[in-house]
């Protein structure tokens, strides 16, 4: 059979380089090396290649896609495999591809280094090393963290790697983590309401128990300890501690208002819509609380978080700078924002003037098909991009305290078929004397929220002993306290 050969090099480097391979036989079926690894998920599956393939290939025309993360633009090539004739002839069947991978953007000039901090892989993964290794380079992560996670008696793939660094998968350009993945779903039927939720343990030496607790475990372990407790544990260790699924859970609320997280994981099922409200009204109640991201299940998405320190990266410095909020999420494209000479994380005081010049730079693939700057959860100034890169630059009205945002979207679809879309992290704004006007009404929201919470603990939630069930109401009224002072 005729074969199609590749081989795939970083145009800038020359250097032969890992990529997912996308290709497509004539009736569209796809096809592969026999013993490829396959990279299943939203849209057409891909093949996992070193940097070279060999494809047997049908007679007809095959379509061939190469993708490395994000940052390089995606390489598509339509070709017709013959059967017979002059050597080096579509004719002579056998087709020959030199792949070169052209940088779209400056990020790593610019000291922005990716990262996707929720990865497992699930009981059927068969070959968790290989994949891991496949993992980081083809996605060109700098940092990828898997994580261990308890659902009843499920073998996950990533349970079987120890917290902290994984040295056999990490060097210069790749540093390769484990950590742990804690949470709590009660309600089978509303399993991201009506339970504690989940959260993302990074940076840590030893395992925080439990791993998971309540109908996660069995129909006889109690809702008990609470996550902030596990938020704890992994600080004292100098862990990274991030919410996970958009700040779903009813304790999310009461970590965030209680200062036990770093930041919050947005869009990391790939599976939910963007969304940004329970984020947006942490944001309007004062809690600072830097955006991150993920592809949970196998990959199955672009998302990452691009954080900024040198050029060349550093993890700790990379781990600081989520911290911090210097950063942006994204599936795509680059979003570079400022608020005067002010970067996001940064506070910035109230201006004289009564406004603030805020510059949104992007850079993308994808055409962007539209630029927001966000303020205290209202879009304040809108620009309809409908390009691949651009700048757009406004003075905002600065009359209250709170923070101010930016983030793209485009109508564009990725080869995981999701929508493009970036969000910075904010710059907020203190000085004024004025909390944001939509304080009061976000207060409430998560006011309310607890009371549920309250109500489900006191009636409903099951616990060894009165003085456990007492110990995470205090935490939850706590909570809801901070919420509270907001009301007036």
């Keep these: 059979m005729p074969k199609i050969t590749g081989e795939i090099r970083d145009a800038q480097t020359g250097d032969t380089v890992q990529a997912r391979v996308q290709a497509l036989g004539p009736t569209g079926e796809p096809i592969a090396p026999a013993d490829a690894m396959w990279k299943h998920g939203p849209g057409e599956p891909f093949f996992y290649s070193d940097g070279q393939f060999s494809i047997d290939a049908p007679r007809g025309y095959s379509q061939v896609l190469v993708e490395r993360g994000t940052e390089f633009t995606p390489w598509r090539q339509t070709v017709e495999v013959g059967s017979g ?130 109908l996660l475990v069995d129909p006889f372990t109690p809702d008990y300890p609470p996550l902030s407790y596990v938020c704890d544990d992994a600080a004292s260790q100098g862990g990274l501690v991030i919410w996970c699924h958009n700040g779903q859970g009813m304790e999310a609320p009461v970590a965030a208002a209680l200062g036990k997280i770093h930041a919050i994981n947005l869009f990391d099922p790939f599976w939910n819509d963007v969304e940004y409200d329970l984020w947006y009204h942490m944001l309007n109640c004062g809690i600072e609380l830097p955006a991150s991201t993920g592809s949970d299940w196998f990959v199955s998405s672009a998302n990452r978080v691009y954080a900024q320190g040198e050029q060349t990266f550093d993890y700790e410095s990379w781990s600081e700078s989520i911290k911090q909020g210097n950063s942006f999420i994204t599936n795509g494209p680059a979003i570079y924002f400022t608020v005067g000479d002010s970067v996001p994380g940064d506070t910035v005081g109230a201006s004289s003037s009564g406004s603030a010049s805020v510059k949104v730079e992007w850079q993308s693939h994808y055409a962007v098909d539209r630029v927001e700057i966000v303020v205290n959860g209202v879009v304040a100034a809108a620009h309809q991009a409908n390009s691949a890169s651009g700048v757009f630059e406004a003075d905002i009205p600065i009359e209250t305290d709170g923070w101010i945002a930016a983030r793209v979207a485009g109508s564009a679809r990725d080869s995981f078929n999701q929508p493009i879309w970036a969000h910075s992290s904010p710059v907020y704004i203190k000085g004024t004397g004025k909390p944001p006007a939509s304080q009061p009404g976000s207060g409430k929201f998560f006011f309310d929220r607890i009371d549920e919470a309250v109500e489900w603990v006191s009636k409903k939630g099951k616990f060894y002993t009165d003085s456990q069930r007492r110990e995470v109401l205090e935490l939850h009224r706590a909570g809801q306290d901070f919420y509270r002072k907001l009301l007036k």
């Design 85 to 214: 004739g002059a050597a080096g002839t579509a004719q002579s069947g056998d087709i020959a591809l030199d792949i070169q991978l052209e940088r779209w953007g400056d990020l790593p000039e610019r000291g922005f280094h990716p990262g996707n901090t929720h990865i497992h892989y699930d009981d059927k993964e068969t070959e968790p090393d290989r994949r891991l290794a496949y993992d980081s380079r083809v996605e060109n992560l700098r940092m990828t963290a898997v994580s261990v996670l308890k659902r009843w008696d499920l073998d996950y793939a990533t349970n079987k790697y120890p917290p902290g660094v994984l040295t056999e998968f990490t060097d210069t350009h790749h540093y390769v983590q484990s950590g742990e993945e804690s949470r709590h779903n009660h309600d089978p039927d509303r399993p991201f309401v009506i339970g504690y939720g989940h959260v993302m343990l990074l940076n840590i030496r030893n395992i925080v128990e439990p791993i998971s607790r309540g």
